[in-house]
């Protein structure tokens, strides 16, 4: 079974610009968590999103949105990126309530 | 709200002797809790977790962890460390009874392992 699926692997942006990160589930998950994890810190909480619904938004600004879609498929976007914003962004899947989450390899962005 | 402490940044091992990576945490209920592995440039791996039941949890790659409610740590050990094992190391913990399944982490224990 493949794991979870993030696309792209590596990003490079400009200041202003808009990106949109993608992530597939484990088939059968229907909860995704998006995580940004900057360099040297552990992983803080975006998003978390089950069954296409909205459950959990950590500190972030408004520049930061998400959404499912029916296959459970997850975009995260983010608007007029900051130099702050290079990261690696990290997607987990889980089954249920008290399953560990799974994580894909993440997409390293970096806002030049 | 829910925070975990990782107090050491690094700990250096031996091969061969046993290690301990550190955690406390802090929640307003029961606690969910979990190690996850970080290679460099690489997602998280899971390691094990705590749910509910015995305070030995026992994991991936030899890996154990112990609960302990009355000090609220849940530290990693694993009798003989391994090259292999030299990581970066994260706990983490939910609110059992939180709404969202949101993890909080620690900042990470870079474990070293000196053949």
């Known amino acids: 079974d493949a794991g979870v699926t993030q696309s792209p692997t590596h990003l490079i942006k400009t200041r202003g610009q808009h990106v949109t990160l993608r992530c597939s589930p484990i088939s059968g998950h229907k909860s995704v968590s998006w995580y940004q994890q900057v360099l040297g810190q552990g992983p803080q909480f975006i998003f978390q999103y089950y069954e296409k619904e909205e459950r959990g938004r950590g500190n972030f600004p408004d520049r930061f949105s998400a959404r499912q879609f029916p296959n459970y498929s997850s975009e995260l976007n983010v608007n007029a990126l900051l130099l702050g914003d290079s990261a690696l962004y990290l997607c987990a899947s889980s089954l249920g309530v008290i399953d560990g989450y799974t994580f894909g390899s993440g997409t390293r962005l970096t806002v030049v | 709200a829910q925070s975990v402490a990782q107090p050491e940044d690094q700990v250096n091992v031996a091969e061969g002797n046993p290690l301990t990576v550190k955690c406390t945490y802090s929640?307003?209920?029961?606690?969910?809790l979990f190690w996850y592995v970080q290679y460099p440039n690489r997602g998280l791996q899971f390691l094990l977790k705590y749910i509910t039941g015995d305070n030995l949890v026992k994991g991936s790659y030899g890996f154990e962890a112990e609960f302990n409610k009355s000090q609220t740590s849940f530290h990693l050990k694993k009798p003989s460390a391994l090259v292999s094992d030299s990581a970066l190391y994260f706990c983490?913990?939910?609110?059992?009874?939180?709404?969202?399944?949101?993890?909080?982490f620690g900042k990470g224990t870079k474990l070293s392992v000196i053949p």
């Open positions: 983490a913990v939910r609110d059992r009874w939180a709404g969202s399944y949101q993890l909080t």
């Open positions: 929640v307003s209920g029961n606690p969910y």
